[in-house]
Structure formats: structure tokens, C-alpha cells
């Protein structure tokens, strides 16, 4: 598995601007990687990193002794998670299913990393707004595509977000 980083300073700033983390929040990241946007979240009340990779969840708990590291399936664990705010960046054929998820969860702002030239069907009762591009370049190493950071909160009509 082919696995890419983001590592532009000012787009993980942009992204983090966008999930706008309170001290009083849970977060959670879903494949968190090398912790390479982990590293910049502000302050909370918890943090919760998730990653498949065996290796790279080891050096997450390592480098995260005031996190909570979960090595597994990101979609499979989303359920059984509590957080106020979700960080994202899966693959880009997983993200229908995280966000047909996130549609039955309580939270107040997810903020992913989605693919730029594929059309997400967002559940009506979310609604999400693009953030910042993403360009190649921005991830170690870089992708073959380019991706796009959106929010995404709860439909007005739906509350909570």
C-alpha cells in the first residue's frame, strides 16, 4: 500500500484552520501516517490516532505519549470512536464510506483530504465546503493526483455542526 504524507506547512495549517480544534475537544485522526499533521494539532482535551500500518502505529505511540494510538482498519474502527473533531486523509476510495459513517455520528467538524478529480456523494445531512487545493507536490512522496481539503459539518437542518 502506497501511502503519501501531507507535508506543506501552510495546507496542514489551512486544514487545521479549518477544523479550528478547541482545548475542550476530542480529536481523532484517521491514518495518521507519520504524524505528520498530528504534530500540529493544538491542545485538547483528547487525541486519538489511528493507522492500519503496524510499523508507522508504533512510532506514533512513540512519538504520542499523551495520544491514544489505535493500529487498525480506520473505516472499521470509526464507528466505536467519540470526537468532537476528525482529521482525515485516507485513501481516496475510502472516503464515501467515512462519510456515509460520519452521516450517523454525533461530531462537530470533519475535516479530509479527498481526491480533486472525483466527485464525492455527500449524505444530505452533511454539508461540505472546500478548504484549500491540495497539489501533488504538497505530500512526501509525492501523489500521482491532486486532492483537495474540504469541511464538513452537519446540514443546518440537522444541527450539531
Known sequence: MEQHFLRNRTKIKALLGAAAVRPDERVVELGAGIGSV???IPPCRSLTLVELDPALARDLAAAF???QVIQADAVVTLPALTFDVLLTNLPHYLTPAALEILAAMPFRV???AVRADVELAVP???R???V???HATDFTPTQPFASR???VVR???TGNG
Request: proline share 17%; no cysteine.
Open 38 to 40: 498530528a504534530r500540529h
Open 65 to 67: 505519549p499523551y495520544g
Open 110 to 112: 470533519a475535516v479530509l
Open 124 to 126: 444530505p445531512v452533511l
Open 128 to 130: 461540505a465546503t472546500e
Open 132 to 134: 484549500v487545493p491540495l
Open 149 to 151: 481539503v474540504i469541511r
Open 155 to 157: 446540514s443546518p437542518a
